[in-house]
């Protein structure tokens, strides 16, 4: 089949390298020039692991291309996704401004029946405001179908969501784009669940607000933990064997980031909102999400307030392992309220550097994980890298000014790191 990608980020790169490797033949269009460049020279503008190998094999098979010509790639498509991003606005609602010029640019093209895929995490209604723009503006006669199809991959492990997901997610009004849709996606034998198109995009919004809504549970939990004498990580264990509850999303830490569930957490308030319901559970995860970030600053404060120039060493930029998204990290709220209170800082992430430095330039970066720990005051473990699991601990010890390590993502164990003559404080333990 051939597929046009709009959008060739995060979700829409993968998703056209996938694809591409189960056999459709992909165009990829995004209007930012310089990523076309680079992927037309088999460069990746993303880190994401099993990628580069997808790309080279798929675009030598000629079954993968890159272009700036979006007229044409539409045209030359059955299959149209619209994968672009959708960032907040300043209010909390998803900023559609891309998602609609999309649209606008695939009416100008329209030449014949297309199926039109809406990839973007989007606001329930959105299906229908891209199929209106499009009859408004389609410059022939031809029929066309908008179909919600959200995506649920990871950064850091996206290749194998895609190929093993647990479903896909088809919100559909007619069948011929039904049948199609299911045809795009038989080669990767995943449960379809077809829906309206208006359930479609609930489900997306639905199932982070949900994941969001355990992993500030669980900070909670921690947060009592800590002043009772519990240990967060003995008892997510405990819970997560009951199968109702399920052991993932039970990691305390120092709450969610990345570029999707901040804001969808916040634009399904504002859709709810504008329904004229208060979504309260929603707006309390919301609340304690931004609260469990500056906990750690206060236990970092609480330990540097009394020293003469402190140095701190930050351990992880990324929101997460395995990816270079630093998109509303919890590392870049903690660097800048340091920051304010005059900390000299020095960090380091085996990815996210570069990302980082653009939006903080003015930090040490380090080029290894122990020029990060050395003549610091303290350590703070900010993203549960493997690298910084199988740290050599007495380098650390030998390296630092104190052997204190401030740990927001509970790596270590802590009666081990005691014993290896360290001052370990991890979160609800
Ligand atoms: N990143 C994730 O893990 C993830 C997971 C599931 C869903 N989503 C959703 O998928 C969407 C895309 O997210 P992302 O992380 O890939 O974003 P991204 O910012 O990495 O990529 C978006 C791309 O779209 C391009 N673009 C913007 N407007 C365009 C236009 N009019 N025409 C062509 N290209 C255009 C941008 O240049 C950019 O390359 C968002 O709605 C997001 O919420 C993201």
Redesign the pocket.
Known sequence: MNVCM???????LVTGICLAHIGHNVTC????TH?IEMLKKGELPIFEPGLEDLLKVNVSDKRLHFTND?KQAVQNSQVIFI????PPAKDGNANLT?VF??AH?IAAALNEYKVIVN???VPVGTAEKVSEIIQKNKKSETDFSVVSNP?????GSAIKDIFEGDRIVIGVEDQNAQAIMEQLYKPLSIPVYVTDVKSAEMIKYASNAFLATKISFINEIANVCEKVGADITKVAGGMGLDKRIGASFLNAGLGYGG??FPKDAKALVETAKQAGYHFKILNAVIEVNDKQKQIMVDKISKYVSKLNNPVVGILGLAFKPNTDDIREAPSLYIIQKLKEQGIKLKAYDPIAMENTKIIIPDITYCSNLYDACRDVDVVVITTEWEEFKNMDLDIVKDSVKTPLIIDGRNIFDPIQMNQKGFKYISIGR
């Open positions: 709009i959008g060739t980020g995060y979700v829409g269009v995004d209007i930012d990523k979006i994968a672009v991003g959708t891309n010029e999309a640019d990839k973007s995490t995506e649920f991959l990871k950064e570029s999707c």
